[in-house]
């Protein structure tokens, strides 16, 4: 079975559910974005909820789709930045216990965190403090072994250090691994366009991008997105939410559709996708099926809270594998 190395954000997820997106307006956080705040910002975001329920995990969408293989039994690693902290030693301790070989540095900073605001509609509203995920560096890339994996993921909200991506793509490619990125968040997106679209052009052999990304990436709407990505890259695939997710390699391409669902929450959906869709392409299968298993867990992770899933849930996932 292949390897597959992770690298993004190390970050601990903090899962808020509320029922007033007028809250959202309030305080200034565009539903359905990813905005990075400081920490004095983070702070007042969990004072506003201090007394709604919350959950916490590992989190960062590259690490919740390294999560993801790791419990479907795929040899992974992940590369990210934690604090010498309680958050930072359970984000470690999550990694470690779904059998994610963590390949962390450590930092002074706190551990970064991102506070999930999750609306009735299941919609999540990111306000996302890095810490010491942000000092992650090309430096930290270059005595490590590449060559002792055959795929790299990296999430898009590392673009915004265009140093670091090119470092690590580049070291990707000299090592003969395949990279698939994530496009991540449109706003990420429309802020780093011209880097990204060279080194996707450059680079990148899987792309994964959901609706909104695409049109910011392409300026198209979904199945001409397709077509354009799909130019760019190896394999194009852009999800489109209820409608399902569109396939495109070569002149080949797939529509896959959805499994019926009562949706919570819509958190670690587009991660997990990565992870059905990876798992397949690691092991061999067809992009059709590849994509039905994107599917099945990005469908199954937004019938609960955050973006893991119960033992019970994965053993039927698995038993669905089998």
């Known amino acids: 079975m292949k390897k597959i190395l992770g690298m993004g954000n190390a970050l601990v997820d903090i899962m808020i559910r509320i029922e007033d997106e007028q809250l959202l307006t309030h305080l200034e956080l565009p539903k359905g974005s990813m905005q990075l705040v400081d920490a004095l910002r983070s702070h007042a975001v969990l004072t506003k909820f201090e007394n709604h329920p919350k959950s916490f995990s590992a989190g960062g969408s590259a690490a919740n789709t390294i999560h993801g293989l790791a419990m479907l039994g795929v040899p992974v690693g992940y590369i990210g930045v934690i604090g010498e902290d309680e958050l930072g030693g359970s984000f470690v301790k999550d990694m470690i216990d779904a059998g994610v070989e963590p390949h962390m540095i450590h930092s002074l900073q706190n551990t970064g965190r991102a506070i999930a605001l999750v609306t009735p509609d299941s919609e999540r509203t990111f306000a996302t403090h890095l810490g010491a995920a ?150 061999g299968l067809s992009l059709k099926r590849s994509g039905e298993i994107g599917t099945l867990l990005a469908g199954k992770v937004i019938e609960g809270i955050g973006a893991k899933m119960e033992a019970a849930v994965w053993k039927e996932i698995k038993d669905h594998l089998k």
């Open 134 to 283: 942000i000092e992650l560096a090309a430096g930290h890339l270059t005595t490590f072994n590449f060559k002792q994996y055959d795929y790299l993921h990296i999430e898009g909200y590392l673009v915004q250090n265009h140093d670091l991506i090119r470092a690590a793509l580049s070291l990707a490619k000299e090592n003969g691994l395949k990279v698939s990125l994530d496009l991540a968040s449109y706003n990420v997106v429309e802020a780093n366009l011209d880097f990204l679209r060279e080194v996707v052009i450059k680079y990148v052999d899987i792309v994964f991008a959901n609706e909104e990304e695409a049109k910011a990436f392409t300026g198209k709407e979904p199945r001409e997105a397709l077509d354009e990505i799909a130019g760019m890259a190896e394999i194009a695939v852009v999800k489109t939410g209820s409608k399902g997710s569109l396939i495109k390699s070569g002149q080949e391409v797939i529509e896959i559709g959805i499994i019926e669902v009562v949706p919570v929450d819509t958190t670690g959906a587009g991660d997990l996708y990565a992870s059905g869709f990876l798992y397949g392409q690691s092991n």
